[in-house]
């Protein structure tokens, strides 16, 4: 039972995170982003928001303390796409009842991958699943979560060996 609820978790996830390749969302779907600031960095082809930001398009909503956006050059007649995005700060990704936190989240748009890092958390529900990264293959309909890194030296004095960190899943049973 238990390993039902957690590929309907990481299903969840997956469909949650279904973006387009010029953008995170919905290809249709007027996109709006609100921060206290703006920045245009033409000469690196981004911009960057910072303050409360807070991003929405259709069902899907990004906040974070900063946010930037890097787009392609134009090409002739052709309109600039956005290539990356990075926020950083308190990130939270919520659609529907799914929610991903994280210190630091990157979306590559050429790999087609979302990555949550430090600390990162998502929830379906009352299910969780934590790890220090959330990496979501767009393509690929697949999820990876990834422990802490080696903390605790165990072993004595010597150190013989690193206690690995762990990833975890709180799955409520219905």
């Known amino acids: 039972m238990i390993t ?6 990481f299903t969840a996830l997956a469909f949650t995170l279904i973006f387009s390749s010029t953008f995170l969302f919905a290809k249709s779907a007027p996109i709006t982003i609100e921060a206290d600031h703006m920045t245009s960095l033409e000469k690196n082809n981004s911009v960057l928001f910072k303050g409360n930001v807070d991003a929405a398009q259709a069902e899907v909503r990004i906040r974070s303390d900063e946010m930037t956006v890097y787009y392609t050059d134009a090409q002739k007649g052709g309109k600039q796409e956005v290539k990356r995005l990075k926020c950083i700060g308190n990130v939270e990704i919520t659609k529907g009842d799914w929610l991903g936190t994280g210190k630091i989240m990157n979306y590559l748009a050429k790999e087609r991958k979302v990555i949550l890092s430090g600390d990162a958390k998502a929830w379906q529900d009352t299910n969780l699943v934590t790890g220090d990264t959330i990496i979501y293959y767009l393509d690929e309909d ?11 030296t165990t072993g004595g004095k010597k150190g013989k060996g690193k206690k690995q960190g762990r990833v975890k899943a709180t799955l409520t049973p219905e």
């Open 4 to 9: 039902k609820q957690l590929v309907a978790l």
């Open 142 to 152: 697949r999820s990876e979560v990834i422990a802490d890194r080696p903390s605790v």
